[in-house]
């Protein structure tokens, strides 16, 4: 976009139905920004219908604070564009999207596509005779942090010690949470958002700290006395002890199972997982 001096860049994903705007400037446009962007220019045009839009849990708190200055209200449904439009169809809203570059306008689509979505911005853009940079652009964001952590088990929040008063120290601060696992890997995914940045990393490093401690201990050995079992006799080990090679034989374990693995010399790999917990 820089190189060629052009107005703004339009990126599709595989099957196009999100987009990705770059302005002129060669950055990247925020998904919720575009968001806003284009409910804001819909609404003043009187095309907007519902007096509303839809976006996901996922979304920044500017956004629901620059719709409140337009007089209009956030729908916020959980992650996954078909969630939008369930919203959608039920509150009798044109418009929604995800933080994620998928946008629905249900005047001239059912679901999200890219080349509509473009078309749009391209109009807001020739309407306005604004720059991409300010024009889709509208507010400001809220300082917002996603952290993935890596999971041994995936425990019922509900089920978490400690959680809930956690929780609530961060309500009182002021701070937005977000806390899910994910729904392909082991990992717990930890969103926060605060207008003051320090606090927000502050808050989030006692959080991954915390969740670290809580999923992932109960599966690391702790064990102050692991028998061992062999031909030779009984091996009384008093440390903590991931890996012990005994009579030629490998000896894996965590709190639960001891796994044996025979070896005669012979290269071999373990699963992944127990290569990175060794």
Request: a negative charge; charged letters at 25%; proline letters at 1%.
């Amino acid at each position: 976009v820089v190189k060629y001096r052009a107005d703004l860049g339009i990126a599709l994903d595989g099957d196009a139905d999100r987009l990705v705007i770059v302005d002129e400037k060669g950055e990247v446009v925020d998904g919720d920004q575009l968001l806003g962007a284009l409910g804001g220019y819909m609404h003043k045009k009187n095309t907007l219908k519902g007096g509303a839009i839809v976006s996901t849990v996922m979304s920044n708190q500017g956004l629901d604070d620059y719709m409140n200055e337009l007089g209009l209200k956030l729908f916020r449904s959980d992650v996954g564009d078909k969630n939008v439009l369930e919203i959608m169809h039920k509150e009798g809203i044109n418009f929604g999207g995800e933080q994620s570059g998928h946008v629905i306008i249900k005047d001239f689509a059912k679901t999200g596509d890219g080349l509509v979505s473009a078309l749009q911005a391209l109009a807001l853009l020739i309407e306005t005779k604004e720059k991409a940079s300010t024009a889709l652009r509208p507010f400001p964001l809220y300082p917002q942090k996603l952290v993935n952590i890596n999971i041994k088990i995936k425990k019922p929040l509900a089920d978490i010690t400690g959680l809930e008063s956690k929780l609530q120290m961060l309500d009182e601060q002021n701070i937005r949470h977000l806390i899910r696992y994910s729904g392909t890997e082991n990992k717990l995914r930890v969103l926060l958002e605060c207008q003051d940045s320090k606090k927000m990393n502050k808050n989030m490093d006692d959080m991954v700290d915390f969740f670290q401690k809580a999923l992932n201990d109960n599966q690391t050995l702790k064990l102050n006395s692991i028998l061992f079992f062999t031909l030779a006799g009984i091996f009384i080990i008093d440390q903590n002890i991931k890996m012990l090679f005994v009579d030629g034989f490998r000896y894996y374990t965590d709190c639960i199972d001891l796994i044996l693995v025979y070896n005669k010399g012979v290269a071999f790999s373990m699963l992944a997982f127990l290569d990175e917990w060794l």
